[in-house]
């Protein structure tokens, strides 16, 4: 509860804290540093001896010290004053106080370069707090796992290979999971394997691989120099020095650990402080949950183990206890060996003998001294450890398929979890999220989609959309592998909540922001606007406008859930992800170009320079995959592929492919030879493509020449027929058109040069006023381009994309200046200046020409390069201007005075200086061409510049000569050398850059000329006046609306459209495996796998070297164990010849003792289960641990159960629980007085103290626990000595379908049991237990019932059929009392039944944190074990499934 008001005030305090994450630096900036000043010293505190105590002892530098270890000087002053408490005894627990802590922040080893974070704590310190610190202050991710590395604090040697295989499956597991691993901080023993293991990673990591977070927790009186560490204030850093030297008894901190908890109780030198706190930070972490991508878990924790001695043994058993899993390495030495080799075998062949021979094995030195108790508690411990062998994995090098220390990591983990009861497929599902929370697809294929468990697709969504929002591709594929279809997951809710976890880091979800920040402002009450898949089509530069529209109402399903999930997946530049959902789509070629229009789009926007790159080359290849499925059509079927193009996709805005490719500029995909073709095939019109230009354009000038056969068209009935049908087709066609607008665009110049050289009257003359009529076509043909709306895209987007065009620019531009020289014209004083502006009209008509001959294949290139070569000049122009201006001015300040008339500035500036660089150069610039005749000396000469400086006497210059010839010179050499080949190089480099893809950008250009003359009127101007006319007619007075030509749009029926689309997705699934067979074709390829099965081979053969080693061992084993064995028949041999009178004692043969076999013959996976079949005896009552107590038992072995076996050493404790209902209990206390009236083995007045299992012994006036010695005297917590009784009523239904019909499994009937479960219980029981004196219900029974329904239950008892009568192994049994109950079953066969029906209306609970629920029946069920094992009898009493 502490813990728990600690993290509410410290969610207050969070206020003030800068919650930026670290991404890339270790160290935060000052801000940083001062709120860690501030917080750390108000809650946390380290601890000082307030009272000095000298010691008998001394230090190592033979100094006084006290109680604490430290020295007199060491300590605060008012410790060494007289003092109130002078002459008692050092208490920790008064003499130790609490004060705000003085070491924190960061750490750096000096000479090594390492960096970190420490703290120095009390011991006291809450949980909560040092999780807030490490994951808030820290800057630490919340854990996706957690591995306590325990074991030996000394050096010791490992074999190198064991090494290098721990060492790297450690690191792999903690990077790739997103673990903390957790050590003893020092630089010694596993602590120091850790933190080189963590040292190598990093040397050989890249960057982006992230580091491995790496927690050491020690003992601050224990740490070497560190008194470094020290600064009130926080050090950043502190320097911290290793020597190792002259560390004496006390340990350095490890250099390789990334952060260091320094636990402090005020003593100096004492180690294993830090176990408790250690111990209970890890029991916090595990018990919080993260969440991400919509899936919860809680963090697993394993503990691995190397080495190690007696306290390594009590880590591993307190974590077994606690239903922490277990990695013990087997060949690390001492207690991880021990384990190792008894982990195989029964618990029942566990036996003291066995592990004193182990231990005399592997702890030679300390063998000799170990007391027998010591010997009894390890063989209890081991035994304890193994019987739980679902949390027990032992890693053996190389042996029985095991390879990675990572692997059994994980596989520890997910046994651990399969072994835990849960309801219906909770456990799988539990399995399945911490797989993906690891993202280890390994392990998800190899121990969860096994033969073992079926999943159902519905099953996998929680996790498939965990997989997502966390950018795990290998799973999505895997889920899509075990069933999942995006069209069933996808739904709009599900959509929304994947745009409600955008990675923050992507430019969309900015963009998003932005457009929610945007939203009307709405009430304070009301909350912030969700994400809606209208603010998502909302986003500018992205066009999903077409896509997503607002709705008023709740959407369950979308148009199509795949392109949706690609959208999503393509905004965040998620590249592996983007290809797997592309692979399911079914509209691939257009959805590759959709994505790579969206892609670049965003490109324009991201000011990232990595994600701009990545973005570009994730465009690139859906462009290529585009272009690859699409060729893969086109050689299958050329008019088929030519369909796709011209298909109307509905899923994507109503737009075909071309127009996507188009709009998304993918020129490569645009100048495909099969589209090339078809723009062709277009371009051509019903006319044959092999047709000669010079027959279509003698057509054209002498149009009878159409029935002679010298043109031919595609179709037949055309090719046929000689009437009209054959002209209209001619004429319509686009190639056609253009070369009749080319005539009469070139007869238009003509006739307005004519006009403006030789005709240009002051009244305009028939063949201007043909201009103007000629002008008004061209005007109409404008309109008629801007007005055209056949997709319904409404006025102001045409217009958009009317204006997008430049040459549509120019053409308005043209147009408005003629109409402004014209009304000059038409005004008798502005006749003049009209013509000038009708003149410079007539450039911009002639600049028109270069858009008509982009067309042709010789002229297009070259007109691409120019328009690419204005832009070279532009930036040319600026230079030249800087070098220009500064000697121009520099020019004429020196050579003119005071010149006022603004043009002739302007020439001696700008004007003179520009043409110098041509040649021109100044007559009087040096004095030898000087005049003073071209000259006006005061400048009065409108026609003449003003004269230079000169000697008005001799008539001779006066200004530098020497001065204005060099930087003449100089000018010269840095334009006309300098700028004009820097302006050639730059012409080089475009030309050879516009080179290499002048024919896909001349391809790609050509389909906008191809399109505007495809839908053109057949007549060139001025005659297109009456294509316009009937056009005015069609649409404005008969109402007729536009249409598209088929030839570039196409809407197909519903059955050719998913033919189409089928056929396209076959094809697709041709492409990518082609793109696999050639990958793997690739030399890179072949040698990765090569170098692979290389690697596999080696492996194979020296984990064959070990498995020969290891059977070896294995058949020595055998061999000793059939040895033992022959043994034993041979003492059973002479005992009975001896014993019939054969022989005498003196010849009688002295065998050898029976040494126990470390042999190991089974794996603590293989076949056992939880609770060993040899275990014949109660195992919960001897727990260690007395429930709810500090009492600990005293330890009892398997073989020392039995109270006829002999154990000298057997001295338990005495407990006895003062109970608050005393009335109802026995005497509390060991004296034999108040226990004297008790009767035992008889009813009791009204105590029954007799037992099911027939008269109990009585030793010195306390009953005997009929099933043996538990390690504990008294009664516990129980309420009697000798039985206490109790009734455990099991109350079951069949398990019914909706139809009412009895579910199946394995053709057995399920049935149901109600179990009830307290809040202060992990698990569910059923509802019985001990009574009140004279009642028949159990008290948990009454709990769950109504008060009016007991007397009916009670009939139902005593008509159930009794099940189980007898002992019950309950953790609370001690040796004088113990637990005996009755277990009857109350079935209700019939779903109608009246007294199943007052039940269930009848339940409810008096305690609100109390459940009670009907539950399957099956081993799995979460409920106590002696409880399941009355619960399988019942199922086997009704044949049902369990």
Not at 49 to 68: H, P, R, T
Not at 918 to 941: H, K
Not at 1331 to 1353: A, T
Request: neutral net charge; glycine residues 6%; hydrophobic residues 40%.
């Amino acid at each position: 509860m502490a813990d728990l008001g600690m993290v509410s005030n410290l969610r207050r305090s969070n206020s003030s804290l800068c919650k930026t994450r670290r991404l890339q630096h270790l160290f935060g900036n000052s801000a940083k540093q001062e709120n860690l000043s501030s917080w750390i010293p108000e809650n946390i505190t380290k601890k000082e001896c307030m009272y000095f105590v000298e010691s008998s002892k001394l230090s190592d530098a033979g100094k006084v010290v006290c109680e604490c270890g430290y020295t007199r000087q060491q300590h605060l002053e008012e410790a060494t004053r007289p003092h109130t408490l002078q002459g008692k005894d050092w208490d920790p627990k008064k003499h130790v106080q609490e004060m705000p802590t003085d070491a924190f922040g960061d750490i750096v080893f000096t000479g090594l370069g390492q960096k970190g974070k420490y703290v120095r704590l009390s011991q006291d310190t809450p949980s909560s707090v040092i999780y807030h610190l490490m994951t808030q202050y820290w800057g630490l991710d919340v854990p996706n796992l957690l591995i306590s590395v325990t074991g030996g604090a000394k050096d010791f040697n490992m074999k190198p290979r064991l090494k290098s295989i721990f060492r790297r499956g450690l690191v792999k597991v903690a990077q790739t999971t997103g673990a903390w691993i957790i050590t003893g901080g020092s630089h010694t023993g596993v602590m120091k394997q850790v933190g080189e293991a963590v040292r190598d990673f990093t040397l050989s990591s890249s960057y982006n691989e992230g580091e491995v977070v790496t927690v050491g927790i020690a003992t601050w009186g224990t740490v070497h120099n560190r008194e470094g560490l020290v600064h009130p204030s926080g050090s950043f850093p502190a320097e911290y020095i290793m020597d190792e030297e002259g560390q004496g008894h006390l340990t350095c901190l490890d250099s390789n650990h990334s952060h260091f908890i320094l636990v402090d109780d005020g003593t100096h030198g004492r180690y294993g402080v830090e176990i408790p706190l250690r111990t209970k930070l890890e029991k916090f972490i595990s018990e919080q949950t993260k969440e991400k991508g919509g899936v919860a878990i809680k963090i697993p924790v394993v503990c691995v183990v190397l080495e190690g001695g007696p306290g390594t043994l009590h880590t591993i058993y307190n974590a077994i206890t606690n239903g922490t899993p277990c990695v013990v390495v087997e060949g690390s030495g001492r207690v991880a060996d021990v384990i190792a080799q008894v982990a195989g075998l029964p618990t029942a062949e566990i036996t003291i003998a066995r592990i004193q021979q182990a231990l005399s094995v592997f702890f030679r030195e300390m063998f000799e001294t170990l007391p027998e108790s010591s010997i009894v508690e390890w063989t209890k411990k081991i035994q304890d450890i193994v019987r739980r062998r679902q949390l027990l994995t032992v890693f053996r090098e190389g042996k029985d398929g095991q390879q990675d220390v990572d692997v059994a990591i994980l596989q520890a983990l997910l046994k651990a979890s399969r072994s835990h009861d849960y309801f219906g497929h909770e456990n799988w599902d539990h399995q399945l999220k911490l797989a993906v929370a690891w993202n280890r697809v390994d392990i998800a294929r190899s121990e969860i989609f096994s033969d073992e468990r079926q999943w159902k697709p519905s099953e996998l969504h929680p996790v498939m959309m965990a997989a997502l929002i966390s950018n795990k591709p290998e799973f999505v594929k895997l889920f899509l592998e075990n069933g999942v279809r995006l069209k069933e997951f996808v739904t709009w809710d599900t959509l929304l909540h994947l745009y409600q976890h955008l990675d923050p880091s992507c430019l969309f979800h900015s963009k998003l922001q932005k457009v929610l920040a945007e939203e009307p402002e709405r009430p304070a009450c009301r909350p912030a606007p969700r994400v809606q898949m209208h603010h998502v089509a909302q986003m500018q530069g992205v066009s999903l406008r077409s896509l997503y529209k607002r709705s008023s109402g709740h959407v369950a399903f979308t148009m199509d859930p795949v392109r949706d999930l690609l959208i999503w997946a393509i905004v965040q530049n998620r590249r592996e992800l983007a290809e797997i959902i592309w692979a399911q789509s079914q509209d691939c070629i257009v959805a590759a170009v959709a994505c790579s229009k969206i892609l670049k789009e965003l490109a324009k926007e991201e000011e990232d320079t990595d994600s701009l790159e990545e973005m570009l080359a994730l465009a690139d290849e859906c462009e290529h995959r585009a272009i690859g499925v699409f060729t893969e059509c086109h050689r299958k079927d050329e008019e088929r592929a030519q369909k796709l193009l011209t298909r109307v996709s509905e899923a994507w805005g109503r737009t075909t492919c071309l127009q996507l490719a188009l709009k998304a500029e993918d020129m490569k995909f645009v100048s495909h030879g099969g589209i090339q073709a078809f723009l062709t095939k277009v371009w051509w019109g019903q006319l044959c493509v092999d047709n000669g230009l010079w027959r279509v354009i003698l057509c054209m000038v002498a149009f009878p020449l159409l029935y002679t056969g010298l043109i031919t068209f595609r179709e037949r009935r055309l090719q046929a027929t000689r009437g009209l049908l054959r002209v209209r087709a001619f004429f319509n066609a686009p190639v056609v058109i253009f070369h009749l607008n080319i005539l009469s665009y070139f007869a238009f110049l003509c006739l307005f040069a004519y006009v403006l050289m030789v005709d240009f009257q002051p009244t305009p003359s028939w063949c201007e006023y043909l201009i103007y009529f000629w002008l008004f076509s061209l005007v109409c043909e404008e309109l008629r381009q801007l007005l055209y709306d056949p997709d319904d895209f409404g006025l102001m987007k045409v217009a958009l994309l009317y204006f997008s065009d430049f040459w549509n620019k120019l053409d308005i531009g043209a147009i408005l200046l003629f109409a402004a020289g014209l009304s000059c014209r038409l005004i008798p004083g502005l006749l003049y200046p009209g013509r000038v502006i009708l003149s410079l009209d007539f450039i911009m008509f002639c600049l028109r020409l270069m858009h008509i001959f982009t067309v042709s294949k010789t002229l297009g290139p070259k007109i691409i390069i120019v328009k690419r070569m204005m832009k070279d000049v532009f930036f040319f122009l600026f230079l030249l201007a800087v070098w220009v201006v500064s000697f121009g001015v520099a020019k004429q300040a020196i050579l003119i005075h005071n010149e006022s008339r603004v043009d002739w500035i302007f020439r001696g500036v700008i004007y003179q200086s520009y043409l110098t660089i041509f040649g021109q150069m100044p007559a009087y610039i040096d004095g030898v061409n000087f005049s003073l005749d071209q000259c006006s000396p005061n400048g009065t000469d409108p026609y003449k510049p003003k004269c230079p400086e000169s000697d008005a006497i001799r008539h001779e210059p006066a200004f530098p000569e020497w001065l204005t010839v060099i930087l003449l010179c100089l000018y010269l050499l840095f334009t006309n050398i300098l700028l004009l080949n820097l302006l050639i190089a730059m012409f080089n480099y475009t030309f050879q850059q516009v080179q290499e893809h002048t024919d896909q950008i001349w391809k790609f250009q050509r389909h906008d000329l191809i399109e505007e003359y495809h839908g053109r009127p057949p007549a060139p101007p001025p005659f297109i006046l009456l294509s316009h006319l009937h056009l005015f007619i069609k649409r404005v007075v008969l109402k007729i609306p536009a249409k598209r030509h088929k030839q570039l749009k196409t809407k197909l029926e519903k059955n050719e459209e998913a033919a189409l689309l089928s056929w396209e997705i076959y094809l697709k699934e041709n492409y990518l495996q082609n793109q696999q067979y050639q990958q793997k074709q690739r030399p890179e390829q072949q040698i990765q796998d090569i170098r692979d099965k290389v690697s596999t081979v080696v492996d194979l053969l020296e984990r064959e070297s070990l498995k020969q080693s290891g059977l070896v061992e294995q058949r020595l084993a055998s061999l000793e164990e059939q040895m033992a064995q022959t043994s034993r028949a041979l003492h059973w041999i002479v005992k009975a010849l001896r014993d019939s009178g054969f022989g005498s004692e003196e010849g009688f043969p002295t065998l050898a003792p029976q040494k126990a076999s470390l042999g190991r013959d089974r794996e603590p996976d293989g076949g056992h289960k939880a609770e060993d079949a040899g275990d014949t005896h109660h195992v919960n009552a001897r727990h260690l641990l007395y429930p709810n107590s500090h009492v600990t038992r005293f330890p009892v072995p398997n073989e020392k159960v039995p109270w006829e076996t002999d154990f000298l050493i057997y001295d338990p404790p005495f407990y006895t629980d003062d109970r608050k209902d005393k009335g109802l209990v026995d005497p509390v206390g060991n004296a034999l007085e108040p226990l004297a009236g008790i009767t035992y083995n008889a009813v009791d007045g009204p105590i029954d103290r007799r037992s099911f299992h027939g008269v109990y012994a009585v030793q010195d006036g306390l009953p005997l626990n009929p099933m043996g010695r538990t390690g504990l005297r008294g009664r516990g917590s129980l309420s009697c000595f000798g039985p206490n009784h109790t009734l455990q009523p099991v109350i079951t239904r069949w398990r019914r379908n909706q139809d009412g019909a009895i579910c199946r499994k394995s053709i057995k009937k399920m049935l149901e049991v109600l179990v009830v479960k307290h809040p202060v219980s992990e698990s569910w029981a059923l509802p019985g237990g001990s009574r009140e004196l004279g009642e028949i219900l159990p008290r948990k029974l009454k709990q769950v019932l109504r008060r009016e329904f007991w007397s009916p239950f009670q009939n139902l008892l005593i008509q159930g059929t009794e099940v189980y009568k007898g002992y019950v192994d309950d953790p609370r049994n001690t040796d004088n009392a113990w637990i005996e109950t009755v277990a009857i079953s109350i079935h209700f066969p019939d779903q109608s039944d009246m007294d199943l029906k007052r039940l269930n209306s009848h339940l409810h609970t008096c305690d609100p944190g109390m459940s009670v629920q009907w539950q399957v029946v099956d081993k799995r069920i979460p409920l106590y074990a002696n409880h399941k094992t009355i619960l399988q009898k019942v199922a086997a009493l009704f044949g049902a499934f369990y």
